[in-house]
């Protein structure tokens, strides 16, 4: 219990690192798009101005609404929050629910990993696979909330959830006692989840160009590092199936409504993160249940 506890706190703390590398990114995103011409929301690069250009020394968390430098006692993962019923302690506006879910979320989601973990925890590599899947859960935390505020999933996110990805992968196929076939269903996962996309991307961009493609190419890169975390093709076939059964939930309303249209952009990359936290946390109950259909 003392160790799920501290478990707790560290990804607790871990969530507040990702809310606070979100804001910064999209700082630096800003400047990058005004200098390659594009259009940009001149309030909110002036509301994160102060998160730009900043050295490490010098790079404290600060309140977007009043810029007011926080204290330590003031970024204490939820304690904070709660404490401060939301509000910055010194212009008293409202933070916003993002900080505070992060936190609570990355908290339970670090328990249920270790909870939940599917291998002994005996070795230094089977140790060293829960830290790279950790760090992972940090990185899609990044990049679930950027793509659902933003429609971006950016490469300085998603290319080292990849490299995660792929050690991950490298470890458990040295570990298997079958390599070939853990190798087999492993290919058949990046299939599953970034070549149908990969697929789809071309097609549509080939058939009605760059800004009118299906999927965005972060989608394909994004469920490339989650296929070499699931490392298994029926897994991943699953957490594909639980992405667009919660998108065709979340979206179908809003079409019938007439609030969306066929044409209408959606952050997909959410969806993807969401099927494949789901089918993760319960991969041996689905893998028996396909062991049973079959």
Same mark, same amino acid.
């Given at each position: 219990?003392?160790?799920?506890?501290?478990?707790?706190?560290?990804?607790?703390?871990?969530?507040?690192?990702?809310?606070?590398?979100?804001?910064?990114?999209?700082?630096?995103?800003?400047?990058?798009?005004?200098?390659?011409?594009?259009?940009?929301?001149?309030?909110?690069?002036?509301?994160?101005?102060?998160?730009?250009?900043?050295?490490?020394?010098?790079?404290?968390?600060?309140?977007?609404?009043?810029?007011?430098?926080?204290?330590?006692?003031?970024?204490?993962?939820?304690?904070?929050?709660?404490?401060?019923?939301?509000?910055?302690?010194?212009?008293?506006?409202?933070?916003?629910?993002?900080?505070?879910? &992060?936190?609570?979320?990355?908290? @339970?989601? #670090? =328990? +249920? %990993?270790?909870?939940?973990?599917?291998?002994? /925890?005996? !070795?230094?590599?089977?140790?060293?696979?829960?830290?790279?899947?950790?760090?992972?859960?940090?990185?899609?935390?990044?990049?679930?909330?950027?793509?659902?505020?933003?429609?971006?999933?950016?490469?300085?996110?998603?290319?080292?959830f990849i490299v995660?990805?792929?050690?991950?992968?490298?470890?458990?196929?040295?570990?298997?006692?079958?390599?070939?076939?853990? &190798?087999?269903?492993?290919?058949? @996962?990046? #299939? =599953? +989840? %970034?070549?149908?996309?990969?697929?789809?991307? /071309?097609? !549509?961009?080939?058939?009605?160009?760059?800004?009118?493609?299906?999927?965005?190419?972060?989608?394909?890169?994004?469920?490339?590092?989650?296929?070499?975390?699931?490392?298994?093709?029926?897994?991943?076939?699953?957490?594909?199936?639980?992405?667009?059964?919660?998108?065709?939930?979340?979206?179908?309303?809003?079409?019938?409504?007439?609030?969306?249209?066929?044409?209408?952009?959606?952050s997909f990359g959410?969806?993807?993160?969401?099927?494949?936290?789901?089918?993760?946390?319960?991969?041996? !109950?689905?893998?028996?249940?396909?062991?049973?259909?079959?």
């Amino acid at each position: 219990m003392v160790m799920l506890i501290l478990i707790g706190i560290l990804g607790a703390a871990f969530g507040s690192f990702a809310g606070a590398q979100i804001w910064r990114l999209r700082a630096r995103q800003l400047v990058e798009d005004k200098k390659a011409g594009e259009k940009v929301s001149a309030k909110e690069l002036k509301k994160l101005s102060p998160l730009i250009n900043k050295k490490v020394s010098k790079d404290w968390s600060r309140c977007l609404s009043c810029g007011h430098v926080l204290a330590w006692y003031d970024l204490i993962p939820l304690v904070s929050w709660l404490s401060l019923r939301g509000k910055c302690r010194y212009c008293k506006k409202f933070i916003g629910w993002t900080e505070f879910l &992060l936190e609570a979320g990355m908290a @339970a989601l #670090f =328990v +249920l %990993s270790v909870v939940l973990w599917p291998m002994p /925890l005996t !070795s230094f590599w089977q140790i060293m696979m829960l830290v790279l899947w950790l760090a992972a859960l940090v990185l899609l935390a990044i990049l679930f909330v950027y793509d659902l505020r933003w429609l971006l999933l950016p490469d300085i996110v998603n290319i080292p959830f990849i490299v995660l990805g792929a050690v991950f992968a490298g470890i458990k196929l040295c570990l298997a006692s079958d390599f070939t076939s853990t &190798l087999t269903s492993l290919l058949g @996962a990046v #299939f =599953v +989840l %970034s070549g149908i996309y990969l697929l789809l991307y /071309l097609f !549509s961009k080939a058939r009605y160009g760059e800004d009118k493609t299906w999927v965005g190419f972060g989608d394909v890169k994004l469920g490339l590092g989650l296929s070499l975390f699931l490392g298994n093709w029926l897994l991943a076939f699953a957490a594909l199936f639980a992405a667009n059964l919660i998108g065709t939930i979340l979206v179908l309303p809003s079409m019938l409504t007439g609030k969306l249209r066929g044409n209408s952009r959606i952050s997909f990359g959410p969806l993807l993160i969401a099927g494949f936290l789901i089918v993760w946390l319960f991969s041996e !109950s689905i893998l028996n249940w396909y062991q049973f259909i079959l």
